[in-house]
């Protein structure tokens, strides 16, 4: 087959769908070297990622057709067909939410979650605006509808109304971190100034993350008396009352806020963690959570969404909902060393469980279905 691969979430620093694209193409170039990947990639300046893909039947095709437009044209009509921009395809897959129009390519969407519909006062403007309008059209087009979790697959079918028979759910995997050394870690609290003890988020700066609800559990718990709240993250989008109900908060200077942090350095800071808080709202998948386990971090998280589906038994859970439902958590991990030692055992054995190479299989499987579904009609 010859299969087409959106690659324009990419950019220099990845995170979310970013990383998720390129863990997904490292681990198809190790298992697949039969079928041509064709990685589409569109921008008037710049250059297009470098992947380091060492596989030969992987190329990447460049556009300089101005995003803005495609988008505009793909969310309203059927032209440009993606082929007219790659060539030939049997298969495309849009890993970010879009789907174009294919002429006789079979098509792959991937729905990562419904935050933009769930909860759009909780989401980027962007993707409110760029998706919310669009995202039952995108659906509807593709062939096969992908879910990260069995939770957004549920949300899929109720809030776009598509065929449970078309929405298909694989997890994506986690990289399971090396675990960090006592050097590594005391390198890591040297370079980001933390103390020796410290409770980690991860994750982006963010109303859906709760973390102005986080940061009031912190303060009723009276941990911080013992604990930094250590923020590591980007800063997103809709942060003003996050910062601002900061300030009235006793305990906002022991909160670090680290924004980006290099990938290298994210074992050394959960390993150094006593534990990961991840008191979600919602989550396509919540890769944290199995970052965290996969580095010997004992994780507490919500209990709503994709979150238990995810952690299992291997993680303590909370009420999002309810600050002091966060505190009492907070502060039942904190104080006990053998709850944290047996969850951190069980998360570890919990992220075996996804694995990328499984991934790339089941989405093997998915563009060979979409292709032979595709080949049906025609006949």
């Known amino acids: 087959m010859r299969i087409g691969i959106d690659i324009r979430a990419l950019g220099e620093r990845r995170t979310g769908i970013g990383r998720y694209i390129v863990r997904l193409l490292d681990s198809l170039s190790e298992i697949d070297n039969v079928n041509e990947y064709i990685l589409f990639y569109n921008a008037l300046k710049g250059k297009p990622p470098n992947l380091e893909l060492k596989a030969e039947n992987f190329r990447t095709i460049r556009t300089r057709i101005p995003n803005r437009f495609l988008h505009g044209a793909w969310s309203n009509g059927s032209f440009p067909a993606i082929e007219l921009l790659t060539g030939r395809l049997d298969i495309f897959h849009g890993p970010n939410f879009q789907m174009p129009p294919t002429r006789n390519a079979g098509s792959v969407l ?30 509807e087009r593709a062939d096969i509808v992908v879910a990260d979790s069995k939770a957004t697959a549920r949300d899929i079918g109720e809030y776009l109304k598509i065929a449970e028979s078309k929405i298909v759910t694989i997890y994506p995997g986690t990289t ?10 005391r390198a890591a609290r040297r370079k980001y100034n933390i103390g020796d003890a410290y409770i980690l988020f991860v994750g982006t700066i963010e109303p859906r993350k709760n973390i102005a609800r986080l940061l009031a559990a912190f303060e009723e718990s009276g941990l911080a008396d013992d604990y930094e709240l250590v923020m590591a993250g980007p800063i997103g989008w809709r942060t003003g009352s996050i910062f601002s109900g900061l300030e009235s908060l006793k305990c906002k200077r022991r909160v670090k806020w680290l924004k980006y942090v290099e990938d ?12 990961l808080a991840y008191p979600s709202l919602l989550e396509g998948f919540g890769l944290p959570i199995l970052e965290a386990m996969s580095a010997g971090c004992p994780v507490l998280t919500s209990n709503l969404s994709s979150m238990p589906e995810i952690g299992g038994e291997a993680a ?6 309810d600050i002091e439902s966060i505190a009492c958590g907070m502060k039942r991990l904190a104080g006990d060393v053998v709850l944290r030692a047996d969850l951190a055992r ?3 054995n ?3 469980e996804f694995t990328w190479q499984k991934t790339a299989r089941g989405m093997l499987e998915i ?4 292709h032979e579904m595709k080949r049906s009609r025609k006949h």
């Open 367 to 370: 563009y060979g279905r979409a």
């Open 110 to 139: 991937t729905i990562h979650d419904l935050v933009f519909l769930i909860y759009p006062e909780m989401a980027s403007p962007e993707s409110v605006r760029d998706f919310g309008p669009k995202i039952r059209y995108y659906a």
């Open 264 to 275: 290298s350095d994210l074992s050394a800071l959960y390993a150094g963690a006593a534990f």
């Open 350 to 352: 919990k992220t075996k």
């Open 346 to 348: 069980r998360g570890y």
């Open 316 to 321: 303590l859970y909370v009420d999002p909902l």
């Open 176 to 185: 399971m971190l090396v675990k960090a050394g006592e050097n590594d870690i």
